[in-house]
């Protein structure tokens, strides 16, 4: 906005694109929350820094070139960093904008720090809350895992194991972030969060037992109650418990007790060797999938740029970023449903982008305007893809529009191309860039949850608590499998019953073990 006042618009992209910082881990702890940006900041200068560059000195297709490889290296790396969303197209989007801007050799630097400015302002404004309410994410995270938990209870049978799984990852999350919270903290949230996790597990049992732990009313009564305490924690507002040692200052090393425990070699020296295999097994199927979905990012960014290319657009940069954009999901399925949103959304994106243009706002109100968007992309984006979208088009037209003056027609027309285009080149690579080893990393994820089950029935004491925290890991882990496995284009290699009933076991082992071990 500074900027803009000050009758520099072109500096004011630069900053807007450092300021998408704001955009990523609106959800995570301040001390976590505080080293994502920092490192989410330092993607988008550099981002900005090298489009810069690349404006300078990269031909048509090494500028295609460029665009597959950052897409694919921006993919891996947030994949990697767990970044989460929006994911890894905007830092595609700032890097291939840049190369659009007519650039000279000393205004590199200039673009750069501007890009800094806005990446430093975006990092104040977002851990600005941590000076209210410092343990504020801790407590959000509680009452979305308890309202998660109430829906599947409120279901009963209805509900479907893809919610119990959402429900679950919830809980884990919400732990985590609780456990790394001082014991004042911890001590108020967990409770409420095993107490969740407790009735989720006799939910899930629910549906074919005859005779349940507890009654159909009491569970209805639980989820009534478990509702209660998400509002009151949502309303407990600035009513934080804030340690005052030192060690409890904002930039403290919260990790969780699971996160230390898998990281601990003496840890899990106590773990079964068989137990052991299987999780490192995970973690190389893991990198599988990271690969995949690298590989299809960089193929389809790549020829979507290529397309844009020949296809002579007037903004060839939103196709490779469309394509991008549409494969940031984990498999073919979730693809084609992110392909469907985004069309939608773009569409309604348009119009909006094309009204707001069509009365040729100062640039001062396009600054104002672009605000107003990216809170409608903090606020929506992560609960519904095609809304964050419908609010992304107009921002992204706006600083086009800011960057380099078209008319609305030509501006609507290219970005309409683009994203058909992006959309259906993703769609193609999703599809030519098969997952070689869903089926086998589905195979060893029920191999993994039998093994963990067969633990946690023997298991007493402390190594009882540690193969309790396996089990549900695992849990989590077969569902991630399975909708990978059924989301992509070959068979599964294993039945739904077979699955459901190898969850069925571990739910069963893990409702005993809970109430002998934990009470």
Not at 338 to 365: C, D, E, K, Y
Request: glycine residues 10%.
């Amino acid at each position: 906005m500074a900027l803009v006042l000050a009758g520099r618009p072109h500096a004011a992209v630069s900053a807007a694109f450092g300021a998408f910082t704001g955009l990523y881990g609106a959800d995570r702890p301040y001390r976590l929350r505080a080293r994502i940006l920092a490192v989410v900041a330092a993607g988008f200068v550099a981002a900005v820094a090298l489009g810069s560059i690349g404006a300078m000195v990269l031909e048509q297709w090494w500028w295609a070139a460029a665009i597959a490889l950052v897409a694919a290296v921006a993919t891996w790396g947030c994949d990697a960093a767990a970044i989460g969303a929006p994911g890894a197209w905007m830092f595609l989007f700032a890097f291939a904008a840049s190369t659009q801007v007519p650039t000279q050799p000393r205004e590199v630097v200039t673009r750069s720090l501007l890009a800094c400015g806005g990446a430093a302002v975006a990092w104040c404004v977002a851990m600005v809350g941590a000076l209210v309410d410092l343990r504020g994410p801790e407590r959000r995270a509680t009452a979305n895992a308890l309202g998660s938990t109430e829906r599947v209870l409120r279901l009963g049978n209805d509900a479907t194991s893809r919610q119990w799984h959402v429900a679950q990852g919830s809980l884990r999350r919400a732990e985590r972030y609780a456990a790394a919270a001082p014991s004042a903290v911890a001590g108020t949230l967990l409770p409420s969060l095993v107490r969740a996790e407790a009735l989720l597990t006799d939910a899930v049992l629910a549906p074919a037992e005859s005779t349940l732990a507890v009654g159909a009313d009491r569970l209805a009564a639980e989820g009534r109650s478990l509702g209660r305490s998400a509002a009151r924690w949502r309303r407990s507002g600035t009513r934080s418990v804030v340690s005052t040692s030192a060690a409890d200052g904002p930039f403290e090393e919260g990790r969780s007790h699971d996160a230390r425990q898998s990281s601990d070699p003496q840890a899990e020296r106590y773990l079964p060797t068989a137990v052991r295999l299987l999780r490192r097994q995970h973690g190389r199927h893991l990198a599988v999938l990271r690969l995949v979905g690298t590989g299809r990012v960089l193929l389809g960014a790549g020829v979507a740029a290529v397309g844009a290319v020949l296809l002579g657009l007037g903004h060839p940069y939103w196709a490779p970023v469309s394509a991008a954009a549409v494969l940031q999901a984990t498999h073919v399925r979730m693809t084609w449903h992110r392909s469907i949103q985004r069309a939608l959304g773009t569409a309604a994106g348009l119009v909006l982008g094309a009204l707001l243009l069509q009365v040729h706002p100062g640039a001062a109100v396009v600054a104002v305007l672009v605000v107003m968007m990216q809170f409608g992309v903090e606020i929506f984006l992560s609960r519904n893809y095609a809304m964050g979208i419908l609010f992304i088009t107009p921002m992204t037209m706006l600083l086009s529009d800011l960057a380099m003056p078209s008319s609305v027609s030509a501006l609507v027309m290219d970005r309409s191309a683009g994203v058909a285009l992006g959309i259906a080149l993703g769609l193609a690579a999703a599809l030519l860039v098969a997952h070689p080893r869903a089926a086998a990393t589905l195979g060893h994820a029920v191999e993994r949850c039998e093994v963990a089950t067969a633990w946690a029935a023997t298991a007493t004491s402390g190594a009882g608590i540690r193969a309790l925290a396996e089990l549900r890991d695992a849990l989590v882990a077969l569902r991630a499998a399975e909708d990978i496995a059924r989301g992509e284009t070959w068979p599964a290699g294993i039945s739904r019953a077979d699955v459901a009933a190898t969850e069925r076991r571990a739910y069963a082992v893990l409702a005993a073990k809970r109430r002998a071990i934990l009470g």
